[in-house]
């Protein structure tokens, strides 16, 4: 068998998600379905990680493994995306590895970065790429708050209550956040997350950046590992997984 790992950009607005679930259509099920279609047998693509409904990925990274080698892998990856497209999936690239390779277990950090319009008026064309914030965020604040974040912590506040994770203790190796003209760009690094885990951080930092919370609150809501002390979920539209590293 040939292992293969596979890159992929998507808009999640229309799945419920990478993995493929009971109902509702998912990334994972989509992408399958097209590699049976043209190679007539059933392909099990893993992925790094899974991304809940409305999350997007500049690159989401997976792997599969097929009988024998990819004779022109340009030609696949056309073909691919022949079908893929039109569901607003991209096949970035595919490239061979060795048997070792696992897209989950083999990660060594994930990337994950959130958007915030920050103004008055939202974008028409991102509506569904970004929160709408109107109120206006301090960005010290927020860089204050998200200093309390990095680091190894008790994550139960912000960790989803179906969540399926052995611990709530994480790793997160660095957060950045930009503001360019009203778009604020936050990036968060771990080599794991927890489920809802960042659109949760997400919700508590804009209620700092928005002075409902101030630090010594804040530091509490960590500090007190109870989800109900969590701040309203951070939209998923908002949400992309940017890159994994291996």
């Known amino acids: 068998m040939v292992r293969y790992q596979i890159l992929i950009e998507y808009d999640g607005s229309s799945f ?3 993995q493929i679930q009971n109902k509702g259509n998912s990334v994972q099920k989509l992408i399958q379905s097209i590699f ?21 990925a500049i690159e989401q990274s997976a792997h599969f493994e097929i009988d024998k ?5 340009k030609k696949f990856i056309k073909s691919l995306n022949f079908f893929l497209n039109k569901k607003n999936v ?4 595919i490239i061979q590895k060795d048997g070792n390779f696992h897209s989950r277990y083999s990660a060594r950090e994930r990337t994950y970065l959130y958007l915030i319009r920050n103004s008055i008026s939202p974008s028409v064309l991102n509506k569904n790429k970004e929160w709408h914030v109107i109120k ?6 927020l860089k204050k708050a998200a200093s309390c974040l990095t680091g190894t912590h008790n994550f139960s506040t912000f960790r989803a209550s179906n969540c399926d994770a052995k611990s709530s203790i994480k790793t997160i190796r660095k957060i950045q956040i930009s503001k360019s003209k009203s778009l604020i760009k936050i990036r ?10 960042v659109r949760s951080m997400v919700g508590c930092l804009k209620y700092v950046g928005q002075n409902k919370w101030d630090i010594k609150k804040f530091i ?23 890159k994994v590293k291996y």
């Not at 206006?136 to 604040?141: G, N, Q, R, S």
């Not at 590992?225 to 539209?237: M, Y």
Request: proline share 4%; glycine share 6%; net charge positive.
């Open 90 to 93: 991209s096949i970035l690239n």
């Open 16 to 18: 419920i998600g990478w």
């Open 220 to 242: 509490y809501v960590i500090n007190s590992k109870k989800r109900e002390n969590c701040a309203p979920l951070a939209p998923a539209k908002g949400l992309y997984l940017e």
């Open 36 to 56: 049976k279609k043209l190679y007539k047998r059933k392909f099990k693509v893993y992925g790094s990680g899974r991304t809940d409904t409305g999350v997007h």
């Open 188 to 197: 968060f690094m771990s080599k794991s997350f927890l489920k809802s885990q």
């Open 69 to 73: 080698k990819i004779p022109d892998i």
């Open 136 to 141: 206006k965020l301090d960005i010290k604040k």
